[in-house]
């Protein structure tokens, strides 16, 4: 009988090209045009390319006087990125004023009088803020935002006009527009006159890449609190002229499931107010009104947490939004149509149809508790100013490295957090990050301060904070990421609040370097800790230069200079080298020194044989399945928009087939399966490649492909690989202890045990061999963040470059106590030779989202020192 009412209410609401049932009685103005009568086909028929739904939203903007459309950015692959601002045309019209006394709200220190915020808060409508299409191949939403748009401009209905008199609707109806494209190109491309329901076929079997992610393969959804995307950029800068009352990320999830929408689950990060839980019942409650009078399953509270604050729910939630989540059953997998496990077939049309109610029902909660969610709004902005905490703000240190320093600054200031810089030395009690016990320490002028005290004080405790406060152990996403951590710098807690000699920090600046001594020198001395240095050398390389790595220390020119510190002498290089370092190190904000000797003060000559030429690398990267796209695109991103270094993606399939020889360095991203693409064969030409001078860096699953146990490229063992005999007395009882344990549990102990033992990414300190060229320029001690990964074995064959320590040091975030002890005493980074060549292994990541910056030397290092001069 249900199954029954529902196809009716299709007919009814395909029909009219809109809700009429959940609009009951709608009326519409005949002069705007529906999207049929542009697409040409009724939205859910198809999917609609991206030059359909702008040519349908263009025309829209064209008819109706309730809608400004706005262009706010432009897509990696130049597509259009806009918003469509919706209202009574009485409040379109004064929208500047709007956003102008919203603002104030933000900023209570801004308002004369409580009364003042009162007056603010009844003149203002509601602003609610709704993104359709963050993950492309989550494809009905914007096909529900088109829906919407011609809902909220053509309706002349009571529910319609009401919604218009009390809010200004803010659609943003294809987040992501070139990752849709990338699946909408393809699925149609796959589809017949029919649709085929069998999951398995090839219309619900994306190819790589996908369509989730944006050019780069990057998930806009973990994206928002680091903006390593200009897509994510160019949103947040629009976003925040707005600063919505509420805020909805619409996604899919598997395709036999239901619709997820608010309560979130837990965790709940603890900056938050208790508000959020309280808004998250009340929309709750008005979507599931909605869908019990059209009898659609749907569920609350499981799941989806809000803890990692780059999300679509949480970072606006952070900017004092209820910000939410909503989650359809669909996905790539769902296709056109589908039929789920239990016999239902779920179509786009239903798809499209139910992310179109919960847009509806969440304006009607909207705009009938107006008044109080604009009041919380207030108070969160007001109640930020007021945190009881003894930690009165963080202290970054630029002195190590400036450029990266300006990074973070611009990161912060982008989400509006102030800062300010001590223009005089200030004696402040503070408390190194990971140290328990607070100091007096002087800090220099020029100091970074971010006081805890701001209106965004939230988000700033919540980036900044060195441990991440866990309650539970499950999460949805990473359990910690503290940003100065992330990226490699000496941060403090203070506990002294903001000194008097300050001033506030309005923009990043990139700081200059410059050449110290005589330009007509014996040689140039780079020094290898800072960032900057990486790209600058690798200019030198482009441009022809020959440079050098001393392998050992020396100290001259009145200055200790490490390991890994770049050569490049005036006798083996043209004229033009001083000319071009002196501008080298303006643009990249490395000092360089010049000498006039080989001799040193001490330590090695510039002439030993402990300082060797780089060869500039020539580089191929395996991607295509079955290398996970993300650990790619972090690759393509690093290479290409950080540093300019070039290479060549070569689809992993074809890489035991291709001449090697032309490649210094093979790369292999994090992958399912790598033997599923290389066979005895393909394996034997890697390793002669290896034997004759080739580096093999391997990443995660890359790394893995080389053990022992899989391609014995190496003689690497993976912890979680260990044989019978090469187990300790000590593991062995501990997994027979396990075993004996598992036969009497009830099916939700397992369950939780095997939640728990997830390592959700956490940060670990590492141990760094700093005297090794992979470990040249890096501090001693490291920050990791570790997933479910499993690290190497230490080994007599293979150096260690990085490892664990004995007591595994586990600093923020979640991670159980058994897998903590696990990860002790293991490596990080593994280093074989291989002939004349090398196999260099890392267990995990080290250039997490781009946001997790401070590791990518250790990469590079591999690349520029590893490979041998021809
Ligand atoms: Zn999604």
Redesign the pocket.
């Known amino acids: 009988m249900k199954i029954f009412l529902v196809s009716l209410l299709f007919v009814s609401f395909l029909h009219a090209q809109s809700g009429v049932e959940v609009i009951r009685g709608g009326t519409f103005d005949p002069r705007i045009p529906t999207p049929q009568s542009v697409l040409g086909y009724s939205i859910g028929d198809r999917f609609s390319e991206y030059h359909s739904i702008n040519a349908y939203l263009e025309r829209l903007a064209a008819s109706s006087d309730r809608i400004r459309r706005v262009v706010y950015g432009t897509s990696l692959e130049h597509r259009t990125l806009q918003a469509l601002i919706i209202s009574n045309p009485r409040i379109l019209a004064r929208l500047d004023e709007i956003k102008d006394n919203n603002r104030k709200l933000t900023d209570p220190r801004t308002l004369r009088s409580k009364e003042e915020a009162g007056q603010l808060i009844s003149s203002l409508p509601v602003i609610v803020y709704l993104s359709y299409g963050?993950?492309g191949n989550?494809a009905s939403s914007p096909e529900a935002a088109m829906l919407l748009a011609y809902q909220l401009c053509a309706g002349t209905d009571e529910r319609t006009t009401s919604i218009l008199e009390n809010a200004v609707v803010i659609i943003d109806p294809n987040v992501n527009p070139d990752g849709r494209e990338r699946y909408v190109q393809w699925v149609n491309s796959t589809l017949g006159r029919k649709p085929d329901l069998l999951p398995y076929s090839l219309e619900h079997s994306e190819q790589w890449p996908g369509g989730?992610t944006n050019h780069y393969f990057f998930d806009l959804?973990r994206d928002l609190s680091w903006q390593t995307q200009i897509e994510t950029r160019q949103r947040v800068k629009f976003y925040r002229e707005w600063m919505p009352h509420v805020h909805v990320d619409y996604?899919?999830?598997e395709y036999s499931s239901t619709y997820f929408f608010f309560p979130a689950a837990v965790p709940v990060h603890q900056t938050l107010p208790a508000e959020v839980l309280k808004w998250g019942k009340i929309f709750g409650k008005g979507n599931a009104e909605a869908f019990d009078r059209l009898n659609i399953p749907y569920y609350v509270g499981e799941r989806f947490d809000m803890f990692y604050p780059g999300y679509g729910d949480s970072w606006p939630t952070f900017n004092g939004a209820i910000g939410m989540t909503y989650?359809q059953a669909g996905g790539s997998r769902a296709s056109l149509a589908v039929r789920k496990p239990n016999g239902q077939v779920l179509s786009l049309k239903d798809r499209a149809r139910n992310h179109f109610i919960t847009s509806i029902a969440t304006l009607e909660t909207s705009v009938k508790n107006k008044k109080e969610r604009i009041e919380d709004f207030y108070k969160f902005w007001d109640s930020a100013l007021h945190i009881p905490s003894p930690t009165r703000g963080y202290i970054v240190s630029g002195d190590q490295d400036p450029t990266r320093a300006a990074s973070v600054i611009e990161i912060l200031l982008r989400q509006g957090i102030e800062i300010y810089r001590l223009t005089e030395p200030a004696t402040l009690q503070v408390q190194e990050y990971f140290v328990s016990k607070p100091f007096s320490r002087k800090m220099p002028a020029g100091t970074i301060f971010v006081p805890l005290q701001q209106p965004q004080a939230r988000l700033a405790q919540t980036l900044l904070e060195p441990v991440t406060a866990v309650s539970d152990t499950f999460f949805y996403d990473v359990s910690a990421w503290s940003l100065p951590v992330a990226s490699g710098l000496k941060a403090w807690i203070s506990q002294s609040p903001l000194p008097a000699k300050a001033e506030k920090v309005t923009s990043a600046e990139a700081p200059s370097g410059k050449l110290i001594g005589e330009k007509t020198a014996y040689a140039y001395l780079i020094p290898w800790e800072r960032h900057g240095a990486i790209p600058m050398v690798w200019q030198l390389l482009e441009k022809g230069y020959e440079v050098s790595v001393a392998r050992r220390p020396f100290a001259t020119v009145g200055r200790h200079f490490s390991a890994g510190t770049v050569v490049a002498f005036a006798g083996s290089n043209r004229d033009s080298l001083a000319t071009d370092l002196e501008q080298l190190s303006r643009q990249f904000g490395i000092d360089i020194y010049s000498c006039s000797t080989g001799l040193t003060d001490k330590g090695i000559s510039l002439g030993s044989s402990y300082v060797s030429p780089i060869k500039k690398s020539s580089i191929a990267i395996a991607v295509g399945a079955p290398v996970s796209s993300n650990d790619y695109g972090e690759l393509w991103h690093l290479f290409e928009q950080d540093l300019g270094i070039p290479f060549s993606a070569i689809r992993a399939t074809d890489l035991g087939d291709i001449d090697l020889s032309k490649f210094d360095v093979v790369i292999l991203p994090d992958a399912g399966n790598y033997q599923s693409v290389f066979d005895s064969t393909k394996v034997d030409r890697l390793r002669r490649w290896m034997q004759s001078g080739g580096v093999l860096i391997g990443i995660e699953g890359g790394a893995q492909f080389m053990a022992k146990s899989r391609s014995g490229l190496t003689s690497a063992v993976f912890k979680s690989e260990k044989k019978e005999d090469e187990k300790t007395k000590e593991e062995k009882e501990q997994e027979k202890a396990k075993k004996e344990q598992t036969k009497r549990m009830t099916l939700f102990e397992k369950e939780e045990r095997s939640r728990n033992e997830r390592i959700p990414g956490t940060i670990f300190a590492v141990l760094v061999d700093t005297t090794h060229p992979v470990g040249f320029g890096m501090p001693r001690e490291i920050y990791v963040l570790k997933g479910d990964a499993a690290p190497i074995e230490l080994s007599e064959v293979g150096h260690t470059v990085a490892r664990f320590s004995k007591d595994s040091v586990q600093t923020s975030g979640y991670a159980s106590r058994d897998r903590v002890q696990k990860i002790a005493e293991a490596a990080y980074i593994q280093d074989f030779r291989v002939g004349r060549g090398r196999a260099l292994l890392f267990a995990e990541s080290v250039t997490f989202r781009r946001f997790w910056s401070g590791l990518d030397k250790l990469l590079l290092n591999a690349i520029l020192f590893l490979p041998q001069p021809d």
């Open positions: 963050v993950h989550e989730r959804n996604h899919e999830m989650e």
